[in-house]
């Protein structure tokens, strides 16, 4: 895909996301590139194991040697039921036919379940890397309940060849305060095994809808998850797109104030542009030293090629390490699904696109 395809994905959006001239200097950012882990790790307290881990991610796939990465996530069958996730194709009900996506995809390395790696780890380990992702909402209490609990542990993910755990914390919940213990303590072990992290640093709070607005993928709020997220040792962040801003704003009243903010983080550092928005994202990432992925979201059928490239686009030029994309891809046929997964690869391959 070349950036006259792009552009055309794009529409009427192209050079509101094209041109745009970010508020954040892209001299303050830490970016992507063939040389990151000496660049940005090689100075920290990870171990030579997790910087070896580090480079096999960066170096896999497609992309493999440009800095960015495309992550296949396929953590559904629990998080919204697998006959929800996988009737519309049921052939992944089958773990086999998981990593064949993700090979024949081109993507960087797999996550998803104990279940899933577990099954085909002595096949396909050492193909494709592999990230266990640790923690999931179970989704099948009634009434439905809205908790991360573990269903793993890291020493499987060690024992199984994995190069990496995953995580989900949701910020802003009850539970939270206990899940950034849990996750916190295994981002530890993880490290200590050689293993790198990957936080799915998510907002769930009732309060974060304000009078008909949802704030859950405000700027400001995912903002703080993601500061929240690097703190407790996540080399990576997965977070969605951010559509508004405000959220402290919208949720803070005299009676009951919510976080503390100021209006410089709106006008100073942010703006309406969604590579802003995004890009305020990356910088409570500590300005990129870990890099953000944002998440791909659900399959909406025709619309999907589009938003799957305009969400690259986003990312890229924020100053983003890559995409996680999962039901855009394995909803739909395997060849299409192929097609997807390279089209947002293509997006970080296209040199014209270039960060803001």
């Excluded at 200097?25 to 910087?51: A, C, E, I, M, Q």
């Excluded at 580090?54 to 953590?75: A, E, T």
């Excluded at 919204?80 to 081109?106: M, Q, R, T, V, W």
Aim: glycine share 10%; hydrophobic share 40%; net charge neutral.
């Amino acid at each position: 895909m070349n950036l006259n395809e792009i552009e055309k994905l794009l529409g009427a959006d192209a050079n509101t996301l094209l041109k745009h001239e970010a508020k954040i200097s892209k001299k303050r950012l830490h970016l992507p590139g063939p040389d990151f882990v000496d660049r940005v790790w090689l100075d920290s307290d990870r171990t030579p194991n997790v910087l070896r881990n580090l480079q096999l991610l960066f170096n896999s796939g497609r992309l493999g040697g440009s800095g960015y990465v495309s992550i296949l996530p396929v953590d559904q069958g629990i998080e919204h039921s697998a006959g929800a996730s996988f009737a519309p194709n049921p052939d992944y009900f089958d773990p086999d036919n998981i990593c064949k996506l993700g090979i024949e995809g081109g993507c960087n390395a797999v996550a998803s379940t104990l279940g899933v790696m577990g099954v085909v780890a002595r096949k396909y380990a050492h193909k494709i890397p592999f990230v266990l992702k640790l923690n999931h909402n179970e989704f099948l209490s009634y009434p439905n309940s809205h908790d991360q609990i573990l269903f793993a542990s890291v020493k499987q993910a060690f024992d199984m060849g994995a190069i990496g755990i995953g995580a989900t914390v949701y910020f802003g919940s009850a539970e939270s305060k206990r899940q950034i213990q849990e996750i916190s303590h295994a981002f530890q072990q993880a490290h200590e095994l050689g293993m790198i992290t990957i936080l799915w640093c998510y907002l769930r709070n009732n309060g974060f809808k304000v009078a008909g607005t949802d704030y859950h993928a405000s700027a400001d709020l995912t903002g703080q998850g993601n500061h929240l997220g690097v703190t407790i040792g996540a080399d990576i962040v997965k977070q969605k797109l951010p559509t508004n801003n405000g959220g402290y704003k919208a949720v803070s009243t005299k009676e009951k104030p919510f976080g503390k903010f100021t209006e410089t983080m709106y006008s100073d550092l942010c703006s309406d542009n969604p590579i802003d928005l995004t890009r305020y994202q990356i910088a409570n990432c500590f300005m990129g030293r870990c890099g953000l992925i944002n998440s791909g979201g659900e399959s909406k059928g025709a619309s999907d090629l589009a938003e799957a490239v305009m969400t690259a686009v986003v990312n890229k030029r924020a100053g983003g390490m890559g995409l996680i994309s999962g039901r855009k891809a394995f909803q739909k046929p395997v060849g299409e699904g192929v097609a997807m997964l390279h089209a947002i690869q293509d997006v970080y391959l296209c040199k014209e696109v270039t960060v803001a």
